[in-house]
């Protein structure tokens, strides 16, 4: 079973209103071994004891980073025509959700390096745990309780619970430059009968390229294998589970390939002071580790077949959304979905090919072997 994200990423727009919410209640597995888990992140560093101070404060997190984040992509220098992002503020009084989409899609005159992209924040408070959904927490909570992770409460049916999100896709006009996504989320049960609260974190970031520059992406992983091991010291074990865990999910079987070369993604991560430092790291470090790319390559010339090769990957990266993506399939499955929402990151532009062959020993050759056997980037330790 492939890992679920908070709500949706990958389409990872994160609309409350229109989806079924899915964080924390599926366990990815690897390799067919037990579910992996982040032993390091023990709870020695507790949160405050007001659980609702923290989610406060990381929402506040999540929406002055995305201020951040925009303000970023507007002034760089590859948007030549400074354009600049719309706003879609929503909300949902039946599911007591609201959020705000920001688009940014350049008309084809306009010169700007992203072709079409979202920063999204979604927020929402007072939802009602079924027995469906409390059942799934409850075998993932026994789990932790019994490696040290958290105290014994367990979330139960009819339980409260709130969650925020802030989720990107950027799809860039260049081949040369990789789409890039992520996301960052918290989810807070609070017990009916005790009032005690419980919160996890969640998260990830990713890259798909069209042609391979290797040191970009070693670049890339480096980057977020240091962060792990700045925060968790564990000697990369951290970086190494989920790395793992984000090639597993960001895979397409009926084609037997990954979408793309992987990065770092978590779920179900009990909040602490440690774990909340590391979550909001993670999200600061978004635009240092894809801008730099961007800078590098978006001006590299590129032909015709080439533009071609990255509309034929969109479209695997369009089937991934569509067959394999729970938040995407459950948000269409939803009644009176909200479909700007779900779609907000799918690709602008896309192309299928009947049997596309491709040249042995050509650049698109040479991606597709990654794609079809992943590799390690970086040593799990730095040097």
């Known amino acids: 079973m492939r890992p679920s994200f908070l709500l949706t990423c990958s389409v990872f727009f994160l609309d409350f209103g229109s989806r079924h919410f899915s964080f924390a209640f599926f366990t990815p597995k690897i ?21 609702d101070d923290i989610f406060d404060s990381f929402a506040e997190f999540l929406t002055d980073a995305q201020t951040k984040i925009i303000a970023a992509i507007e002034a760089h220098e590859s948007n030549a025509d400074k354009v600049q992002f719309c706003s879609d503020a929503w909300t949902n009084d039946e599911t007591s959700s609201r959020g705000l989409t920001r688009v940014i899609q350049p008309t084809k005159n306009e010169d700007c390096f992203i072709e079409k992209g979202a920063v999204s924040t979604t927020f929402l408070e007072n939802g009602i745990l079924s027995a469906e959904r409390a059942k799934a927490i409850q075998g993932r909570r026994a789990k932790q309780v019994k490696s040290g992770e958290g105290d014994s409460f367990t979330p139960a049916e009819g339980d409260t619970y709130k969650a925020a999100a802030l989720s990107l896709v950027l799809h860039t006009r260049s081949p040369m430059v990789p789409t890039f996504r992520s996301d960052v989320r918290i989810f807070v049960v609070r017990s009916k009968e005790t009032g005690q609260s419980l919160a996890w974190f969640g998260g990830g970031a990713d890259l798909t390229p069209y042609y391979l520059y290797d ?30 865990m984000c090639d597993h999910y960001f895979y397409i079987p009926a084609r037997k390939e990954h979408r793309g070369t992987g990065g770092i993604f978590w779920d179900d991560m009990i909040a602490t002071s440690k774990t909340y430092a590391f979550t909001k790291a993670v999200a600061n470090e978004w635009m240092p580790s894809w801008l730099g790319i961007v800078s590098k390559r978006n001006s590299l010339p590129y032909n015709d077949q080439q533009r071609q090769w990255q ?73």
Not at 217 to 244: S, V
């Open 31 to 51: 390799n067919n071994k037990e579910n992996v888990r982040f032993n390091s992140l023990k709870t020695d560093e507790a949160l405050p004891k007001n659980v």
């Open 215 to 244: 040191e970009d992406i070693r670049e890339f992983h480096e980057r977020y294998r240091n962060l792990c091991n700045d925060h968790f010291e564990d000697n990369g074990k951290t970086y190494h589970d989920m790395k793992q």
């Open 311 to 383: 509309l034929l990957r969109r479209g695997r990266y369009l089937e991934f959304n569509l067959l394999y993506d729970r938040g995407v399939r459950f948000g269409l499955v939803a009644p009176n979905p909200r479909i700007e929402g779900i779609m907000v990151s799918a690709p602008p532009l896309i192309a299928w090919e009947y049997n596309h062959e491709i040249e042995e020993g050509s650049d698109e050759a040479r991606i597709m072997e990654i794609l079809k056997a992943p590799k390690n980037w970086v040593s799990v330790s730095q040097e």
